[in-house]
């Protein structure tokens, strides 16, 4: 039976796991490894584990690495990136300047005539790029990066109410999302009824938004479903085996138009000159750009054919001429 194979590495600010996900008709997932890492360690942690990993890796990055936000535009507006990055930059503690940035529009927007829903994820750029670097120094090709809420999120994209997710792990991480989109994130080293209820109020006087459902998943096995219940009777409160590896392991829209993918990679991963659209018709051979390149072969076979033709003409020509002058 034919089965698929996605290496998933997650990583925090000090722990990486690496995860093979075989993808078939049994969903396995076999964890490589968790370790410590640094900069330092982690190229021979990798190559330690190249065996196990294959040749390409999918990265998974946690939220004390990563800021995850949303912007709201007016339907109709350009999604022009200077703008974005500016309403973005509200919300991000950190210099966008420092960071390596995109964003990507959630489609469609949840309700007709409502702002659209622009995703933006940045990551601060010497982090990224050294772990970049080190991970393809290692002999991995990188395919995707994306935050771990996000990964969550793509669970409960057909939602239309909004949703309160609740990863917890080493830490709690809190996540508003709607439509797939990440709204807000909190990360908590431990919480409570109080906790969410903060999370909720803060969701109201932000967004306008009061969540009806939230859903735990995660290391959930000390997790009193009944208590969070009987607290707020007008939330329903679930507890799902939902794993952001696996969901990462499946996404497939990897690879589209700039403003539809999130692009995690600094320039210098693609080329310093490469525009988005550049990038996506070298790494997915786009009709477009197939389309050019057949243009450019046939024009410069019509190019040779033309001069042949010449030739010809010339050839004939001084024939001619050579006929009635010299022969009568």
Not at 7 to 16: A, D, E, G, L, P
Not at 232 to 247: A, E, G, R, T
Not at 278 to 290: L, P, V
């Amino acid at each position: 039976m034919f089965t698929n194979k996605k290496t998933v590495i997650f990583i925090t600010k000090s722990k990486i796991k690496i995860a093979s996900i075989i993808m078939g008709d049994k969903l396995t997932e076999n964890i490589i490894g968790e370790i410590n890492y640094s900069l330092v360690n982690l190229q021979g942690i990798l190559a330690k584990f190249k065996k196990d990993i294959g040749d390409s890796v999918r990265l998974l990055l946690n939220e004390d690495i990563v800021y995850t936000v949303a912007v709201f535009l007016s339907i109709g507006i350009a999604l022009d990136k200077n703008t974005i990055g500016q309403k973005a930059q509200e919300l991000i503690p950190e210099d966008l300047n420092n960071t390596i940035w995109d964003f990507k529009k959630v489609s469609p927007a949840p309700l007709s005539g409502a702002p659209e829903i622009i995703q933006v994820v940045a990551v601060n750029k010497v982090l990224l790029e050294g772990l970049i670097q080190t991970i393809t120094k290692a002999g991995l090709h990188i395919e995707v990066i994306e935050p771990l809420l996000i990964a969550l999120a793509r669970f409960v994209k057909n939602k239309e109410t909004p949703v309160i997710m609740i990863y917890v792990n080493d830490e709690i991480l809190l996540g508003l999302v709607q439509k797939g989109a990440v709204l807000a994130t909190q990360c908590l080293r431990s919480f409570d009824i109080n906790s969410i209820n903060q999370f909720i109020a803060f969701s109201k006087e932000k967004f306008g938004i009061v969540p009806k459902e939230v859903i735990f998943s995660g290391n959930t096995k000390g997790i009193d479903i009944n208590q969070y219940q009987q607290s707020l009777k007008n939330i329903i409160f679930q507890i799902q085996d939902i794993n952001p590896l696996i969901s990462l392991a499946y996404k497939e829209d990897i690879k589209g138009k700039d403003e539809q993918i999130l692009n995690l990679f600094p320039s210098s991963f693609w080329g310093a000159s490469a525009t988005p659209e550049s990038r996506f018709a070298r790494d997915s051979g786009s009709s477009a750009s197939m389309t050019k390149n057949v243009k450019k072969h046939n024009f410069s076979k019509t190019t040779i054919l033309a001069v042949f033709l010449i030739i010809a003409i010339v050839t004939l020509m001084a024939l001619i001429l050579y006929k009635i002058y010299f022969l009568g």
